[in-house]
């Protein structure tokens, strides 16, 4: 049952960087895969990046490739979004997502159980 809370979420500029923090309640986090998805208004859920449990491994989806980076701190439950050279086709509400199992290289939303609320994310021209 964990639950999870973005933040770091806010209006920038194109070019521009923003933190994403994820915390998570419970005593599992670090034993779970973490992961990043997005949807901007009318559109699907889109992959953003995923990290396995001990931060080792980490993947992106091609559209943000070079420009963010997902790391975690499992001492303070918490996943990370740094985002880098941001882009109006980022604008987006960002969504944090837990996983039951250790390592989800599959980057699929079902592949997640806990979702948090959501932070939204817009990028000016």
């Known amino acids: 049952q964990a639950q999870l809370v973005e933040s770091g979420g806010g209006l920038v500029q194109a070019g521009g960087s923003l933190r994403l923090s994820c915390a998570a309640s419970g005593r599992t986090f670090s034993s779970r895969a973490m992961g990043w998805f997005r949807q901007a208004p009318g559109k699907e859920y889109e992959f953003v990046s995923s990290i396995s449990w001990g931060g080792s491994s980490t993947y992106y989806g091609d559209s943000v490739k070079g420009r963010v980076t997902i790391s975690r701190d499992n001492a303070k439950n918490t996943l990370y979004l740094q985002m880098n050279n941001l882009k109006p086709e980022d604008t987006a509400v960002y969504y944090c997502?837990?996983?039951?199992?250790?390592?989800?290289?599959?980057?699929?939303?079902?592949?997640?159980?806990?979702w948090g609320q959501g932070t939204q994310v817009t990028v000016s021209s």
């Open positions: 997502a837990a996983s039951d199992l250790p390592t989800v290289p599959e980057p699929r939303r079902e592949m997640y159980a806990y």
